[in-house]
């Protein structure tokens, strides 16, 4: 499964696919869940609920965040690839994130909850051929190949973790 063009999503995903280095979305799933699943193990408990400024997500909305944000592309993916043409509307994250309430949940579920989500997704990509991954529909106004949210999936996680090194820990 080659790269997206540019010419497949919107220009605000750009720095999500970016980030993805593999030219085949299957490894990158790989590769990046592997990664992923290590990085949010080796976080300590001391900073779960720490947010960088006031405002900001803890580490727990952040990882909450990737989870619901991974559903619901992959179920954008999905509705292209069996060309379901209806719009697509976008989500408010910031919302979510209220809606989520992280505080009393557990580190060891939410991380099994990434790992299955994750799991979930992979087998999703796996599933479609290579007309399916070509498929495209619109979403948040802006024209999405199913591939296209494969590779948003991957660097969308990366980016976040990029985030928690750089303003968390």
């Known amino acids: 499964m080659a790269r997206p063009l540019a010419s497949e999503y919107g220009e605000f995903y750009h720095g999500y696919i970016s980030k993805v280095k593999e030219d085949d979305l299957l490894t990158a799933f790989r590769n990046q869940t592997a990664v992923s699943l290590q990085f949010w193990r080796e976080i300590p408990e001391n900073k779960l609920n720490h947010a960088y400024a006031t405002g900001k997500w803890t580490i727990k909305q952040v990882l909450q965040h990737i989870?619901?944000?991974?559903?619901?592309?992959?179920?954008?993916?999905?509705?292209?690839?069996?060309?379901?043409?209806?719009?697509?509307?976008?989500?408010?994250?910031?919302?979510?994130?209220?809606?989520?309430r992280v505080d009393d949940r557990s580190w060891t579920d939410m991380l099994e909850e990434f790992q299955?989500?994750?799991?979930?997704?992979?087998?999703?990509?796996?599933?479609?051929?290579?007309?399916?991954?070509?498929?495209?529909?619109?979403?948040?106004?802006?024209?999405?190949?199913?591939?296209?949210?494969?590779?948003?999936?991957?660097?969308?996680?990366?980016?976040?973790?990029?985030?928690?090194?750089e303003r968390y820990l």
């Open 116 to 165: 299955v989500v994750r799991i979930a997704s992979e087998h999703l990509f796996r599933s479609l051929d290579g007309e399916e991954m070509e498929r495209s529909g619109i979403a948040s106004n802006k024209p999405m190949s199913v591939r296209s949210l494969g590779y948003v999936i991957v660097g969308h996680a990366m980016h976040h973790q990029d985030v928690i090194k």
């Open 67 to 100: 989870i619901d944000a991974e559903r619901i592309f992959a179920y954008r993916a999905l509705r292209f690839a069996r060309r379901d043409t209806t719009p697509l509307a976008s989500f408010d994250e910031n919302s979510y994130a209220e809606e989520a």
